[in-house]
Each structure stands twice: as structure tokens, then as C-alpha cells.
């Protein structure tokens, strides 16, 4: 398997992207910048849902709806056997785990991995109380109250890659790549909760590259986004512009073999200054469409 590396970006509104447990649950913040954090686990997290809702066997989950141990997990799995772990379960081979196998741990170094995603624009953070129709005890007759933390808005940018080598010590599949792209495209907005409703993929982008060897590093760095105001409120509001990152991937072409793609037509991109679909500024490149 070659070397891809993931550019993904997707937008929440009137949400909480990744809730901190240590701060009462509120969006994760760089407070300095004012820029929203969201952590490698919770696009995971949404990656292993996508895939258990569509059939596939986890080593991350549950057993009759009840937490287990990772010893637990392979009881149930039926077999301790490394190969039929890594043909039984797709999360092992695109993230990795640590195993127990008779009495020994089996560390598998997953080829998928992802850094912290961090919001392209200055977020507010809207603070809000909610009360339950339930009393807090049994001598309150009140609801209790809490509170419900949200972004206003948040344009979320993350970077990813897939080692070609590591791919091979954990059989990931191309199909399991396929499915890790539908999963990018659909995950969020098909498992939506109350917290997590009002987030939607924009654009998500695989540079697939022809060997196992190249990385040429965080996407992120070659766009450009601005906004009608300074405090976004909307995706209408909101263009990209991804000349730098046309310039830098037509700079090393060569290396590339294949664009797989998903992009949101409300999400405007601008190229030398002019508005642009996906396929107008990627023509250049073998392209893939995520459907």
C-alpha cells in the first residue's frame, strides 16, 4: 500500500465539537488564540461508530452493550490468534491497538493517524443554562439546572496520513481505505447527537501518493480563510482559498497518483482570486469522488 495523507475540514454551528471533561464539559479551547481544539480520539471516536453502524467487527467497543475489558474483548472475539484479530477487526488495522495475547501484550502501531484539529477562525464560546423536568432529589421539587456549552462558530481543519509500511505489520485492506473515506464524508452528520447536531463535512481530501516512502506534510498549512466578519456566524460566510495548495501539490505531481475527494458546494473556494468548484481547480490530477 502507498503513502496518503488527509486533509479534512468540516464546520459546527451552535454545537459542541469536542467536549473537555476536565472543564465542565465545554468546547476544548486555546484560549490565547481563541481557537477551538478538537482531539485526534473524537474523529476516531466517529470513525468507529460509522463503521460498527455499518457492520463491521471493532476491537474498541462494547460486548452486549456493557463495557469490557480489552481481555474481554478477545474472549469474546472467540480466538487469540494475531492473524485472525487483524482479519476480524477493522479498527486494529487502521488505528492499531495494544492486544493481550496469552499473557503478553501485542503492540500494533496503527497507519492511520491524525493530529489535533484546530479551528481556522477565532471562535466564541456561547454559555447557556438548561433546566431537567425532573427534580435534582427526593426532597427538591425543582428540575436541576446545568449549564450547555457551544461553539457559535467553528471551521475545523485536520491532517492526517497513512503509512504504506505500518499498513503492512496490521493487513490494513484498500478497502478498508475506502471505507475510512465514506466515513470521512458521512460520519458526522449521520451520527448526529444533541451536542454534536450542526456539524457537516465541507471538504475532505487523500493525496494518495505513488510509493511508500513520501510525506510531504500538514495540508493545512497552504489555505487561506476569511470571512465576511470576523465572527462567522455561517458557511455562507465563509471562503477558502486554496491557491498555495494548488501551487505546492502541482510543485510535487510527480509524487502524487491519485486525489480522492469529497467537496460541500456550499463551501467557496478561491483560486488566484477567482471562485472555483473542486474539479475546475483539481483538474490537473487524477481524481476520485467519495459517493
Known amino acids: 500500500m502507498n503513502n496518503s495523507e488527509i486533509l479534512y475540514l468540516y464546520d459546527a454551528k451552535l454545537t459542541n465539537p469536542n467536549g473537555d471533561p476536565d472543564e465542565e464539559n465545554r468546547p476544548r479551547m486555546d484560549y490565547e488564540r481563541d481557537i477551538n481544539l478538537v482531539s485526534d480520539l473524537r474523529i476516531k471516536r466517529y ?165 511508500d516512502e513520501t510525506i510531504l506534510g500538514d495540508l493545512r498549512d497552504y489555505l487561506k480563510f476569511s470571512s465576511e466578519d470576523e465572527s462567522v456566524r455561517d458557511i455562507k460566510e465563509v471562503t477558502l482559498d486554496i491557491t498555495e495548495l494548488i501551487e505546492f501539490l502541482n510543485k510535487n505531481k510527480d509524487k502524487i497518483s491519485k486525489l480522492h475527494y469529497f467537496a460541500d458546494e456550499k463551501l467557496k473556494l478561491v483560486l488566484n482570486g477567482n471562485k472555483v468548484d473542486f474539479k475546475e481547480a483539481f483538474g490537473d490530477f487524477s481524481l476520485n469522488e467519495v459517493k
Open 47 to 211: 470513525i468507529r461508530d460509522y463503521l460498527s453502524d455499518k457492520g463491521y467487527e471493532l476491537f474498541v467497543s462494547k460486548v452486549d452493550d456493557k463495557a469490557v475489558t480489552a481481555e474481554g474483548r478477545i474472549k469474546k472475539l472467540g480466538s487469540s490468534d494475531v492473524d485472525t484479530i487483524l482479519d476480524k477487526l477493522i479498527d486494529v488495522r487502521l488505528f492499531g491497538a495494544t492486544i493481550p495475547i496469552k499473557n503478553d501484550n501485542k503492540n500494533f502501531i496503527g497507519p492511520v493517524q491524525f493530529n489535533w484539529g484546530y479551528s481556522l477562525n477565532k471562535v466564541e464560546v456561547l454559555e447557556a443554562s438548561i433546566t431537567s423536568h425532573f427534580a435534582s432529589g427526593e426532597g427538591n421539587k425543582q428540575g436541576a439546572i446545568g449549564k450547555d456549552y457551544r461553539v457559535k462558530y467553528s471551521f475545523v481543519a485536520f491532517s492526517g496520513v497513512i503509512s504504506g509500511k505500518r499498513a503492512e505489520h496490521t493487513k490494513l485492506k484498500g478497502e478498508d481505505v475506502e471505507a475510512l473515506d465514506k466515513a470521512m464524508r458521512y460520519a458526522i452528520p449521520e451520527l448526529a447527537t444533541r451536542s454534536k447536531i450542526g456539524q457537516y463535512p465541507r471538504l475532505y481530501l487523500r493525496v494518495e501518493y505513488k510509493d
